[in-house]
Structure formats: structure tokens, C-alpha cells
């Protein structure tokens, strides 16, 4: 295990690492965390318990601390809840939810279109047609402006880089 992490880390990967174990060990976490691995969990674990470490590192990662990010009118958890929209909670089907966490994990950035791809579907074997996110993009933002008290539709384009989810007031600041 300490030789992958190692590996990992020289090779410049910045993803999360979570080590699962079978035993607790104090002196071999200690050394997992120090050699770069963000967490240790020992089992028995429970389904919930895991789902609450790995949002609470990718968050960390993004820079959030808190379990949600205020933008302008609208407030996006990252525990899986809805967003909130001018005091009202706007229902996002799972693919728009996976899209949206995304920008919001990385509010006020510019992101690129095969970056949120990348991170909705991975590697998986089902891949969808190019402009999937480009579709999700176009109902999210009809959601949200219809929820929004301004009419804002959060989620700019910037073109030939991406999208960003910003407030009104950063709309035009690209980053």
C-alpha cells in the first residue's frame, strides 16, 4: 500500500486517496497519511459513514470546508441535497444534480465542458452523445432562473473554455 501511495504521489496525481483496512493500526496511519493518502477508514464501516468521508475530502480538495457553498440567490450542498434557490429548494434529476455539484464544487471557475463530462461519467460504458452536458447546462439554468427572484441564470459560458457558476455580480469575471 505505502509503495502505490508513494507512486501516486511522485507521478504528480493530486486525486483523493481513501485507504480501506481491515485493522486498526495507529503507527500504519500515521504513515499512510503522512506518505499522502487523505483518509484511512477501518472496517466495519457503514455505507453512510464512507459517502460522508469521500464528499467531506472532495470538498476539502475544491476548497470547502462547509457542506455548501452560497452563490448570489442560491445555496448548493455537497451532500447530495437539492440546491436551494431564493429560499426555495429547485428538484435536479441525478445527472443535473451530478453537473451542478460539479460547478459548484468549483464556483466561480471556468470548467471545461470534458471536465464535468469526465467527472458525471467517467470511464463508464454508457456514454452519452457529446452534447449531453450541454443539454444538462440548458435545464439547469431554466431551473434556476425560474426559482431565482433576479431571473439569473447562475451558469455562464465562456466561450472556448467552459462554464462557471457565478452571481450576477462575477458573471463577466472570467477566472
Not at 511522485?10 to 486498526?24: K, L, Q, T, Y
Not at 472496517?43 to 475530502?57: A, D, H, Q
Amino acid at each position: 500500500m505505502r509503495q502505490h501511495i508513494r507512486a501516486l504521489r511522485s507521478a504528480g496525481c493530486e486525486n483523493p486517496i481513501i485507504v480501506f483496512r481491515d485493522f486498526r493500526n495507529a503507527q500504519d496511519t500515521s504513515e499512510l497519511l503522512n506518505l499522502g493518502a487523505d483518509d484511512v477508514i477501518v472496517s466495519p464501516i457503514r455505507g453512510t459513514e464512507v459517502l460522508s468521508r469521500t464528499n467531506s475530502i472532495i470538498r476539502r480538495f475544491h476548497g470547502h470546508a462547509a457542506d455548501s457553498v452560497v452563490v448570489g440567490e442560491l445555496t448548493a450542498f455537497f451532500d447530495g441535497r437539492d440546491p436551494i434557490v431564493s429560499g426555495s429548494r429547485i428538484k435536479l434529476s441525478k445527472r443535473e444534480h451530478s453537473v451542478f455539484q460539479h460547478l459548484a464544487l468549483n464556483s466561480n471557475k471556468v470548467i471545461s465542458k470534458d471536465a464535468i463530462y469526465d467527472a458525471v461519467y467517467g470511464a463508464s460504458i454508457d456514454q452519452p452523445f457529446d452534447k449531453v452536458i450541454d443539454v444538462y447546462i440548458c435545464k439547469l439554468r431554466k431551473k434556476i432562473a425560474m426559482a431565482a427572484d433576479s431571473g439569473w441564470q447562475y451558469i455562464e459560458t465562456v466561450h472556448g473554455r467552459g462554464y462557471k457558476l457565478s452571481s450576477p455580480e462575477q458573471m463577466s469575471q472570467v477566472i
